[in-house]
């Protein structure tokens, strides 16, 4: 498979401190990848490197481009690395909780899909033929995760789990390259997670996108992951496929404290 995000030794210092350093890892094209590692380890700041909220002390980051190959991010907005292909979760919820589940939608579907400023103005009929093919497609990518009833519900008033699976059908409706997701079982119960494993599945079969998941439910990794990297105190300690990572003595020893 063609690379399609490469990332070289990449470093992030805050102060004397390197939350980030010399990391080296690449994602594929349609590939599902995880990123692990204790608390503290450095895997939200790699995120933020990567999407355009943090910026590098050192390294580079490049995406490959239809028309221009191996594009370098540093140094772009995060808005602008969005518009290239990548979209992201957070670890804390970022919905618009005082809007519906489809304005939700509709909000993410708007930066690829400007209408003129004249037309916006003066409610040309162009404009209200625009508005009614993303209403339609808002809905129908609703409608893939099951969720269309509750296109009208207020996002603040939604259970823990839908919210967590609304915030990344916001995200897929960006229409990514690759989809990063900031742990999205976090809070969730067994059955929430289990719904959350089918979603990321459901999403590899109907989106064919690169999905780079950071996890601490290592059974939902082992079970969606293709490849894992694994991170200790910023550094990469390990990649692997679930079974060399789960026979990786380094990697037991990172998690469960040596000496297993």
Do not use: C, W
Not at 42 to 69: D, H, M, W, Y
Request: aromatic fraction near 6%.
């Amino acid at each position: 498979m063609a690379v399609l995000l490469d990332v070289k030794d990449l470093t992030k210092n805050f102060g004397g401190l390197a939350a980030v350093s010399d990391v080296n890892m690449h994602l594929d094209d349609n590939e599902l990848v995880a990123l692990i590692g204790p608390n503290g380890a450095g895997k939200t700041t790699l995120f933020n490197l990567i999407t355009g909220q943090t910026v590098p002390s050192a390294g580079s980051i490049s995406l490959r481009t239809n028309n221009e190959g191996m594009q370098v991010l540093n140094g772009k907005k995060p808005y602008k690395i969005a518009d290239m292909g990548l979209a992201r979760t957070f670890q804390n919820i970022r919905l618009f909780k005082g809007l519906s589940v489809l304005d939700n939608v509709l909000i993410s579907m708007t930066s690829k899909n400007k209408e003129g400023f004249i037309s916006s103005l003066f409610r040309l009929p162009s404009f209200y033929k625009v508005e009614d093919r993303l209403r339609k497609e808002a809905l129908d990518l609703l409608a893939i995760f099951h969720m269309e009833d509750m296109a009208e519900t207020i996002a603040s008033n939604m259970p823990y789990g839908a919210q967590r699976r609304l915030e990344i059908i916001r995200a897929l409706a960006t229409k990514p390259k690759i989809l990063f997701l900031d742990e999205p079982a976090a809070g969730m119960n067994p059955e929430e997670t289990a719904a959350l494993t089918a979603t990321i599945r459901q999403i590899q079969q109907e989106f064919g996108i690169t999905v780079l998941l950071i996890e601490h439910d290592m059974s939902l990794v082992m079970n969606v992951a293709e490849r894992i990297y694994v991170l200790q105190y910023g550094k990469l300690l390990a990649e692997g496929t679930p079974q060399e990572i789960q026979a990786n003595q380094a990697v037991v020893d990172a998690y469960l404290g040596g000496g297993v």
